[in-house]
């Protein structure tokens, strides 16, 4: 079975600019979560979403959105960039809201200038 | 709110030596605990999970950790390191009593030398 896939892999932005970031779940799997994983403040927690609903959402500002299709795929949306949205930027899966394992795509590297 | 503390920013051990990494958490019941690693420029890959029950539990690749209550930790072990281990190790709890949302520590880099 093919794992989490991210696109694209990398990604070169400049500030002020708006990205969007794909993430095909674990065939089958239905919850989808994003994480960002910057040096400074670790992995830290984005959103999730089951059944096309966010159902958790992290701290983070209004300039990070997502989305999830009805076959579970999901895609995130930074608009306004900043230098500080660099970042790599993970997206997990699982099987289902009470599933017990997260499983983590390759992440989509996302460099702001 | 839920942390992870891993206090080991790095660590360095030699290839065959035995190998622990830290972990406390601040959680108020029982937490969904996990170890995962990262290679560099991968994303993360579970080595094991606790949840209930033998506070002793297995992975993959030969780790094990053990869940302490009394010292709120879930320290990751392995007997004999090989250099294939060199990465970065990441612990973390279930911020929800469940595995979704993730609270993660920093990490634990470990290199090994041959």
């Known amino acids: 079975k093919a794992g989490v896939t991210q696109t694209p892999r990398y990604l070169i932005k400049t500030r002020g600019q708006q990205v969007t970031l794909s993430c095909s779940p674990i065939?089958?799997?239905?919850?989808v979560s994003w994480y960002q994983q910057t040096p400074g403040q670790g992995l830290q927690f984005l959103f999730e979403?089951?059944?096309?609903?966010?159902?958790n959402k992290g701290n983070f500002p209004g300039r990070f959105s997502g989305r999830q299709f009805s076959n579970s795929r999901s895609e995130m949306n930074v608009s306004t960039l900043e230098l500080g949205d660099s970042a790599l930027y993970l997206c997990a899966s699982r099987l289902a809201r009470n599933a017990d394992t997260q499983y983590f795509g390759p992440g989509t590297r996302l460099t702001v200038l | 709110a839920q942390s992870v503390t891993q206090p080991d920013i790095h660590i360095t051990v030699s290839e065959g030596a035995s190998l622990e990494l830290r972990c406390n958490y601040s959680y108020g019941a029982t937490p969904y605990l996990f170890w995962y690693v990262q290679s560099p420029g991968q994303g993360l890959q579970l080595l094991l999970k606790?949840?209930?029950?033998?506070?002793l539990v297995q992975g993959i690749k030969g780790f094990e950790a053990e869940f302490k209550r009394s010292q709120s930790s879930f320290n990751l072990r392995k007997p004999s390191v090989h250099w294939s281990d060199a990465a970065e190790y990441f612990c973390?709890?279930?911020?929800?009593?469940?595995?979704?949302?993730?609270?993660f520590g920093k990490g634990t880099k470990l290199t090994v030398n041959p």
């Open positions: 065939s089958g799997h239905r919850s």
């Open positions: 973390a709890v279930g911020a929800q009593g469940g595995s979704e949302k993730l609270v």
């Open positions: 979403y089951f059944s096309e609903t966010q159902r």
């Open positions: 606790y949840f209930s029950g033998d506070t």
